[in-house]
């Protein structure tokens, strides 16, 4: 790979923090964000625990100096990515070209939810200012303007897979020579549409999520928001800043299986660690430490562990899934997991995989189960994996 | 920054999939909707797999097949897909059926389908294609957002890319859009259509047998600070791709097509386009995100064939150089140019 992208900044909204200091003083306090619904109108309140951000849409937009009208995804987003813009130090006019590219699943709909109790009814009703932004572009465009970001603005897309895709687009176009700064990462709150959709398939654990473990019960929703700020060398200068990590590795490949299910032999996880692991030129022995994709449903972490034992055996890195804390944040998820990965790089920690109890018995491995301190980590994996067979990981190595 | 176009597969609400067809005859709409003509999906794929899939399933997936089968191809490298609104029938399919049952007894399969990547999703399902697989769903700079992505990964060696451009109309959003005033209601004058659309496209850095054209650059301009700012983009646009304007034969541009005041493109077509050939492309498919698909379409077939259809009076050939701007509320500008081979 040629000049890799440096991280200058980082800013992330989660279960376990409003901001970046909060979220590490979670991670190495083994603190959990999952509890029962206390923001989300849902009739499975008291009955789903969720990875709520602590906060009421009234306080996000408090914070943020923006109107409650807007999606909570689009509130998540500007509060993140402005503390990423901060955090690196990067100003508003600068001769430099910036690109915003963010990753969304369901936009604005938790505001189209509101709207439809009334429309669904009576074609006339609902209030238009409730679906304005109900596309993902929009949760975009409301915090590409909210930061007066103009050069480049895109989202993607693909499901629990959408900010890691999101996190290397804008490295690729850095490398590329069209960018100097790319704000990346991506934002979902949680929306009575995606917990009833992942109800139906039944992959929600009613107690708290377990991640890799034996006897585990699917996994638990999730919010927030996370971003990065990727530079080149002009940028970082510009920045004068010293950068907490690279971009070294990414890849993405398609399991090709089935539009919601892994492939029991983790064909598209697989393929998407192999090529990465290529794409940053290293090899399995070099990894220290892989932030799992670790939904804690039966089928990602058989599918994700398989893929690793054939990749890595005999000599395995640590690992852990962090979303034992957080919670699935769906189309935030990637950015939510390299920002903890940077953290890693950052204070040679590694977070531990809570609630672990009993190893899996197809697996000849098991996570880390309390917070590790004064590590040497030079590169770091992360692996998002989604709906429709979309797998990629992302490698982030030491500065 | 180029690729050729191999190979195009088009679903539209003209004759897109068969070209003598689209040269004989123009489609035309009374209504203020413009739905594709879709053919017979069994011809594509196994009917037992079509009847589980959604209309904008079906669509993507055909257009993608011919777009694959016309070059001749089995599997791309790449496949991107671009969507601004995604899978509306399944997402409001699940919405409404939520709703309706207060969060009880629901079944997956809307939910499973509604969302946006499921198009790639089911491509690289039937290729079994394990490449890359990505979905932009950037209002109307997804697909421009994808061609950029395409191009990207042309150059580092992956290709060829199979990338296209879809939106579909349902009931719920042409209520909704229609309450936005967008589009033009009875016995009022002519003004813009409600359109949809399923455009692929096969990228590659070679041109292998018979390419279609020469996709030259493209740009994306968000919020233009006012007229004169667009202006000179475009013009820069042209003078950094070695031409000026006298040498476009050809300009795409985003009126409606009809009598709707548009400003926006009546201050273009004063100035910068003031001495070019110009061709309202959303007349024949109407109006969408992703719209620019379909132009990029037009502008391939017209390149490659050379000759104007029967119902197009007066265009004049050859054309070597086309550009397309497309627009949307002046938020979202865009310039592809595009080239004979």
Known sequence: MSEQPFIAGMGIVSAIGNNLPANLQSLTNEKAGIAEMVWLESNHRGELPVGEVKCSNEELADSAGLSVRLPRAALLSCLAAREALQDAGWEKGAQLRTGFISANTVGGMDKTENFFRVFSKNSAGGKLVDVVNHECGAVTELTADYLGIRNFVSTVSTACSSSANAIFTGARMIQAGLLDFALVGGTDALTRFTLNGFNTLMILDRELCRPFDENRHGLNLGEGAAYMVLANEKGMKQLNKKPYARVSGFANANDAFHQTASSPEGTGPFLAMKAALNHAGIHPADIDYINLHGTGTQNNDIAEGTAIRLLFDPIYPKMSSTKAYTGHTLGASGAVEAVYSILAIQHGLIFPNLRFQTAMKELPFQPVTACLKNQVIQHVMSNSFGFGGNCSTLIFSAA | ?341
């Open chain 2, 1 to 341: 920054m180029k690729a050729y176009i191999r190979s195009t597969g088009n679903i539209s609400p003209q004759h897109s999939l068969n070209t003598d067809s689209f040269f004989l005859t123009r489609v035309k709409t009374s209504k203020n909707f413009f739905k594709s003509l879709e053919p017979d999906y069994d011809d594509f794929v196994d009917s037992k797999m079509i009847r589980r899939m959604s209309r904008i399933v079906k669509m993507g997936v055909a257009a993608a097949l011919t777009c694959l089968r016309n070059a001749g191809i089995e599997k791309p490298a790449a496949i991107l897909t671009a969507t601004a609104y995604g899978c509306l029938e399944d997402s409001a399919g699940f919405l409404r059926k939520m709703i309706e049952f207060d969060e009880q007894t629901l079944s997956p399969t809307a939910f499973i389908q509604s969302t946006h990547n499921t198009v790639g999703a089911q491509i690289a399902l039937l290729l079994k294609c394990h490449d890359y697989n990505n979905c932009i769903v950037h209002r109307a700079f997804s697909f421009e957002n994808a061609l950029t992505e395409s191009i990207l990964l042309l150059q580092e060696g992956i290709g060829p890319v199979l990338v296209g451009a879809i939106d579909e109309i349902t009931d719920d959003r042409h209520t909704i859009l229609s309450r936005f005033g967008l589009y033009k209601k009875k016995g009022t004058l002519p003004a813009n259509i409600a359109g949809e659309g399923a455009a692929f496209f096969l990228l590659d850095k070679e041109g292998g047998n018979h390419p279609q054209a020469i996709l030259r650059d493209l740009q994306t301009i968000y919020k233009p600070e006012d007229s004169e700012t667009l202006q000179r983009y475009i013009q820069e646009f042209v003078k950094k791709n070695g031409l000026n304007m006298s040498q476009i034969d050809l300009v795409l541009t985003a009126h409606p097509g009809n009598a709707k005041k548009d400003e926006v493109n009546d201050q273009l077509l004063k100035t910068v386009f003031h001495e070019n050939q110009c061709f309202p492309f959303r007349s024949l498919c109407g109006d969408y995100p992703t719209a620019s698909g379909f132009a990029l379409w037009l502008a391939a077939v017209l390149l490659k064939e050379q000759k104007a259809p029967i119902w197009m009076e007066g265009m004049k050939f050859p054309l070597k150089n086309i550009l397309i701007h497309n627009h949307t509320a002046d938020i979202h500008h865009s310039l592809i140019l595009i080239s004979a081979c």
